[in-house]
């Protein structure tokens, strides 16, 4: 074979090569966004999202990310009971049902987690109490996006166990105000600790920019 073919032939596999790599350069999570499913249920309920993130979180929230959380809790299934015991659409367990109904009296009266109208609700308020109470540890700085991780953290696993978690992170140098730094500290059991990590990023990372590509309004708080 000539120089010239040997050249010619370089160049098409250089090409090939660079189309290859272009077809893998969706990150991970990109690839899982355009893999997921939206459920037909979930435009049954789409105006109560709308009107219950406005209602707690003001017109310029994401119904987007209380969409993709009660996706990744139960796929809109208004009947889902996990083996643990948790319960309906945003999966409250019985003791945080009750809990939650006795802060918030006025906005959820005798609660019924099994009620889909009344879990969306709920699972709103849970979310921005839980947000209001992430910290700054340090004087680093702390992104919209690890503050959502964080109260993510807290609605699946609770608030006390990211808090030693937390804890653990700054005991180790690292940031305590950085999830991916707090990510790499365990104080509960790997399985449990593998679930924790696990929610936010599903939620922020993969189901939120799909529901807002699907067309919920929103804006991703890890964009």
């Known amino acids: 074979m000539s120089r010239m073919s040997n050249t010619r032939a370089g160049l098409i596999a250089a090409a090939i090569a660079m189309l290859v790599l272009l077809g893998l350069g969706l990150s991970q999570d990109a690839q899982a966004q355009q893999r997921v499913a939206i459920p037909e249920a979930s435009a049954l309920y789409r105006h109560r999202v709308e009107q219950v993130v406005a209602d707690v979180w003001g017109v310029n929230a994401s119904p987007a990310r209380l969409a993709a959380q009660l996706h990744q809790e ?4 208004i009947r889902a009971k996990s083996p643990v015991g948790a319960q309906g659409m945003a999966q409250f367990m019985p003791a945080t049902a009750k809990w939650i109904a006795e802060q918030f009296p006025a906005e959820l009266g005798a609660f019924d987690p099994w009620d889909p109208m009344q879990a969306i609700k709920a699972a709103a308020i849970y979310d921005k109490w839980l947000l209001d109470r992430v910290q700054s540890i340090g ?7 690890t503050r959502w991780n964080f109260a993510l953290r807290g609605y699946n696993g609770g608030e006390q166990w990211l808090l030693r978690e937390r804890g653990l992170t700054v005991a180790g140098r690292a940031n305590a105000n950085d999830w991916r730094d707090v990510e790499r500290f365990r104080a509960r059991g790997t399985a449990a600790h593998q679930e924790n990590i696990g929610y936010p990023r599903r939620i922020l990372l993969v189901l939120e920019p799909a529901y807002i590509a699907a067309g919920w309004p929103g804006t991703a708080a890890c964009g």
Not at 74 to 77: E, I, K, V
Not at 139 to 145: A, D, G, I, L
Request: charged share 25%; glycine share 10%; aromatic share 10%.
């Open 74 to 77: 139960s796929g809109w299934r």
């Open 139 to 145: 004087h680093t700085r702390m992104s919209e996006c």
